[in-house]
C-alpha cells in the first residue's frame, strides 16, 4: 500500500510538472505573471482538495485503529482475528521511536495503547481538544472547563469536533471517579461522541526515582514536568487520526464565545502560508494548534528530551532547530521563527485554574491578551412582541433589554409555576427558536426542568393537539402547546408549520431551582 501510494504521489508531481512546463513554454514571454498566478492558484485550490481528502483518509485511519484495537481484546484462540489484527498493524503508520526513549516499555508493548472509558471513538473531524487532567488535592476544575468550550457550539459545529479528556492517572480509584464525574454532568455530549475520556496502560509511566534535577528545580518539580511531557504525548498519539488539526488544552481554562468560528476563519487566512503552529493563548502550551500529520514530529521531540526540560521550553527549541541559523543574530531567529509560529489575538482560552496539579503550587496565570468576556449575544431582529414574567429581575438585567439584544437577563430564584411570555404584537409564522440560558461566566445559572410552549391562533389546531394528531406537541395549559424543553441549559428548534400563526411564546418551569437563573440569547426566527 506504501508502495503504491508513493507511485501516485510521484505521478501525480510529474504530471503537474508536465503541464507547467507546458503552459510556460507555449506562453509568450509578456504573459509570464499570468501564468504563474494562474498556477499558484491552481495549486491553492488542490491544497484545500487536499485538506477535504485528508479528513476522509483520516477517518478511514481512525476506523482500521479502532478495529485494531477491538481486535486486540479477542481471545488469542481466533487465529483469522490475530491475522487480520496483523494486517492492520502493518496498514496503520507506525508510533514515532517510544521504545527508544521509554525502554521499560519493550517488556509491556501494550503500554501505549490507551483505555478507553466514555465515547464513541469519533473520528474524520476538523478539530480535536486535547484535556489531559490529574487529580488535584484543592479543586478540579475539569467540568467547568468542558462546560466553557461546549457552552455556546451549534450543532453543525458539536459535530465536527471532539474533546478527549485524558486522565493521567493510574490509580483506578481516581480515574473512576473523573469517568463518573464526567458521564453525570455532561451525559449529552458523552453520549453523542462529542467527548471521549481516556486513560492509560499502568506500564506507560517509568521509574521516575532516579530523574537529574536540573535547573535548580527540586526533584518533585523534575518529576512533575517529567510526567507533564509524557501526558502531551500520549495524548497527541492517541488524537492524531482523529481529526485534520489537534488543539492542546488544559483542564483549567475557559474559553471565548465562538472559539470554534475564529479558529476555523483564521486557519482558512493562512492555509496557504507555511507555519508550524498557531497560537491562540500566549501562556505556556494552552491554545497551541498543530496539523494532525506533523504530531508524530513533535510528540518523537518531546520524548526525546521529555526529561531535560519543560513542555514550553521544548515548543520554542523545535523552531529554534528548524529555522534558526547560528551564524545569523538573534533577531533573525526571533523573526524566523515568528514566521513558523501565528500567534492570534485577541486570546481565545484564558488561564483560570489557582492551584497548580503540582502540590503547594500557586499560580495566578493570565493572559493580558484575552480581554472580557462576551456576556450575551444579542438578535435585534425579533419579531415585535410584548414582554413580561413571574422572574424577578437582578439589578438592570430585564427581559426586555435582553429581547431587544442590548443585554442578557438575570432573575432570581425560579420557582414552580414561575414563566416568561412573549407576546407578539400581531401573529407570527414562527420558523424557529433558540433559548439559551447561563453564559461564559456564568454557566451554572440555567433553566431547569423547562418547557419551550407556544399560543397557537387557530383553534382548529388547538383542537387537534388536544386529540392528539400532530406528533410535534402536546397540550399544556391556558391553551398553549409544549414544543420543546432544555436541555443542558439550552432550548433549540423549529417550530412545526401545520401550528400555523402564533399568538405568543413562553417559557413555563415545573420545578424550584437552587440557583438564578440567566438568559444569555433569544431568538426567534419569524
Request: proline share 4%.
Amino acid at each position: 500500500m506504501r508502495a503504491c501510494h508513493a507511485k501516485l504521489l510521484f505521478v501525480a508531481g510529474f504530471v503537474l510538472c508536465v503541464l507547467m512546463l507546458t503552459s510556460w513554454h507555449t506562453s509568450n514571454s509578456e504573459n509570464v505573471p499570468l501564468q504563474l498566478h494562474s498556477v499558484y492558484e491552481r495549486l491553492l485550490r488542490a491544497e484545500q482538495r487536499g485538506e477535504v481528502l485528508s479528513k476522509e483518509l483520516l477517518k478511514v485511519l481512525g476506523q482500521l485503529q479502532n478495529r485494531s484495537i477491538t481486535l486486540s481484546n479477542l481471545t488469542n484462540g481466533n487465529s483469522s482475528a490475530i491475522l487480520e489484527e496483523r494486517i492492520l498493524q502493518r496498514l496503520l503508520p507506525s508510533q514515532p521511536n517510544a521504545f527508544i526513549y521509554l525502554p521499560h516499555l519493550k517488556e509491556h508493548r501494550d503500554g501505549l495503547k490507551p483505555i478507553v472509558h466514555l465515547g464513541k471513538r469519533r473520528t474524520g473531524v476538523s478539530l480535536v481538544l486535547g484535556v489531559p487532567t490529574v487529580h488535584r488535592q484543592k479543586q478540579s476544575y475539569l467540568v467547568n472547563t468542558l462546560q466553557s468550550l461546549l457552552f455556546d457550539l451549534s450543532t453543525a459545529e458539536r459535530n465536527d469536533i471532539v474533546i478527549v479528556v485524558f486522565v493521567a492517572e493510574t490509580n483506578a480509584t481516581l480515574v473512576n471517579a473523573v469517568v463518573q464525574s464526567v458521564q453525570t454532568n455532561l451525559p449529552d455530549a458523552v453520549n453523542s461522541g462529542v467527548i471521549e475520556v481516556i486513560s492509560p496502560s499502568p506500564h506507560f509511566y517509568p521509574d521516575f526515582s532516579d530523574l537529574k534535577e536540573t535547573f535548580g528545580d527540586p526533584k518533585e518539580r523534575v518529576r512533575w514536568r517529567t510526567k507533564q511531557n509524557l501526558d502531551y504525548s500520549f495524548l497527541m498519539l492517541y488524537a492524531q487520526f482523529k481529526g485534520t488539526y489537534y488543539l492542546q488544552l488544559e483542564d483549567d481554562i475557559v474559553a471565548k464565545q465562538g472559539f470554534f468560528e475564529s479558529i476555523k476563519k483564521y486557519i482558512e487566512q493562512v492555509l496557504s502560508e507555511e507555519w508550524l503552529f498557531l497560537e491562540f493563548s500566549q501562556l505556556g502550551f494552552i491554545g497551541k494548534l498543530f496539523r494532525s500529520s506533523d504530531l508524530p514530529l513533535f510528540v518523537e521531540f518531546i520524548l526525546m528530551f521529555h526529561k531535560d526540560k519543560p513542555i514550553d521550553w521544548l515548543l520554542d527549541h523545535i523552531l529554534w532547530v528548524k529555522v534558526c541559523n547560528p551564524e545569523r543574530d538573534s533577531k533573525h531567529c526571533s523573526d524566523e521563527k515568528a514566521r513558523l509560529k501565528r500567534t492570534y489575538k485577541p486570546s481565545l482560552f484564558q488561564h483560570v485554574g489557582l492551584h497548580s496539579s503540582l502540590p503547594g503550587k500557586i499560580q495566578n496565570l493570565k493572559d493580558k491578551n484575552f480581554g472580557n468576556q462576551v456576556l450575551f449575544k444579542g438578535h435585534s431582529n425579533n419579531p415585535s412582541a410584548e414582554i413580561s414574567s413571574s422572574l424577578e429581575k437582578y439589578l438592570s438585567h430585564s427581559l426586555e433589554s435582553a429581547y431587544k439584544g442590548e443585554d442578557f437577563f438575570w432573575g432570581l430564584t425560579p420557582k414552580r409555576g414561575d414563566y416568561i411570555l412573549i407576546t407578539f404584537t400581531k401573529p407570527q409564522a414562527v420558523k424557529g427558536y433558540l433559548f439559551r440560558s447561563g453564559n461564559i461566566e456564568t454557566n451554572g445559572d440555567r433553566f431547569y426542568n423547562t418547557t419551550v410552549e407556544v399560543l397557537p391562533t387557530n383553534n382548529s389546531v388547538k383542537e387537534k393537539v388536544e386529540r392528539g394528531e400532530l406528533s410535534c406537541c402536546k397540550p399544556s395549559s391556558d391553551g398553549f402547546v409544549e414544543i420543546g424543553s432544555f436541555k443542558n441549559g439550552v432550548a433549540e428548534g423549529e417550530v412545526d408549520r401545520a401550528l400555523d400563526e402564533l399568538a405568543a411564546m413562553r417559557l413555563l418551569i415545573h420545578s424550584d431551582s437552587d440557583v438564578w437563573v440567566l438568559l444569555s440569547e433569544i431568538f426567534i426566527k419569524v
